[in-house]
């Protein structure tokens, strides 16, 4: 089997097993999803994601488990048994090493934790193996880019820090990929996880540029996960860029043609100019429905 083939026989099996994930799953019922062996679709399973197909479905029941926990008004034992745990002393032991805490106590306290969020397999693949292959379709196709002014007040900002790293995948191999799995556990986020490159004061001498982060509520005073900190951004004003929806293995073209039309971008035509020491320029992570989001910051023109 080529890795082609093994990335999109293992994304079945990922689908298959979000969409039974409150269900019992058998090993079986797995082996007809993807048309293989148990022992192959074990031993490729493990190649591609890293985990034992069980492992897996554990970390992301008990990962559905901690939002539903944190969002919902449900008991212990209720969420337990939703996720085919036999017990709730079960749940608890399996949820504690997962999380580093018991479901009892998260549920009440809330503190990040860092949930398991895996990427899907095949679109992995492909957006690995396309990035570098331009479709001479899309060089002729006229780009759209909607965009809009907003105001973001004063906040403070959950984030963790590079090295050097100046773009997403410096950043990655510096600090890893799961830094978005614990920003994202943030009850109490004002707006969802970004990757922000920093004004030069923001930055502390030998530390990263580029960095990732979940804003908060000024009010937030919850204990800071280890290797995280918390800083005060200011209020700002922030022009948004918003491209047109895409496959995802082309997230990287579709973020380059987006950078194109802003650096070629004069927002005086909004009243507004450049301001990039007033506040970090972030992006939303790439979700090709939507089309890649980035915003960076301005100030309004001088009369």
Not at 18 to 43: F, V
Not at 79 to 92: I, K, M, N
Request: aromatic letters at 14%; proline letters at 6%; one cysteine or more.
């Amino acid at each position: 089997m080529t890795k082609r083939e093994s990335a999109y026989v293992v994304q079945r099996v990922q689908n298959y097993i979000e969409r039974n994930i409150t269900k019992p799953i058998t090993m079986k019922q797995l082996s007809i999803e993807a048309g293989y062996s148990s022992w192959y679709l074990a031993r490729t399973f493990k190649e591609v994601t890293g985990k034992g197909i069980f492992e897996y479905i554990r970390s992301r029941r008990l990962t559905q488990a901690a939002l539903i926990l944190r969002d919902e008004n449900k008991k212990v034992i209720d969420v337990a048994l939703d996720f085919v745990f036999d017990s709730q002393e079960g749940f608890t032991r399996a949820f504690s090493r997962e999380f580093g805490i018991a479901p009892g106590r998260y549920k009440s306290k809330t503190p990040p934790i860092k949930l398991f969020l895996p990427e899907k397999a095949y679109d992995t693949y492909r957006a690995f193996h396309n990035s570098n292959k331009m479709d001479e379709r899309m060089e002729n196709m006229t780009k759209s880019i909607f965009v809009q002014i907003i105001e973001r007040p004063e906040r403070k900002c959950l984030l963790k820090r590079g090295k050097k790293a100046e773009d997403y995948f410096e950043y990655c191999e510096e600090v890893g990929c799961d830094v978005w799995s614990l920003l994202s556990s943030v009850k109490e986020a004002l707006y969802e996880p970004i990757g922000m490159w920093l004004p030069s004061h923001f930055i502390p001498e030998d530390t990263s540029s580029y960095i990732q982060g979940v804003e908060l509520p000024m009010d937030y005073d919850k204990n800071i996960p280890d290797g995280y900190e918390l800083i005060i951004l200011p209020p700002c004003t922030m022009m948004v860029f918003q491209g047109e929806p895409y496959n995802d293995e082309d997230f990287q073209y579709e973020i380059g043609e987006v950078w194109k039309h802003i650096e070629k971008f004069n927002p005086e035509v909004y009243g507004y100019q450049w301001a990039p020491e007033q506040a970090p320029r972030f992006q939303l992570a790439p979700m090709g429905y939507r089309g890649y989001i980035e915003a960076r910051p301005v100030v309004k023109c001088n009369k």
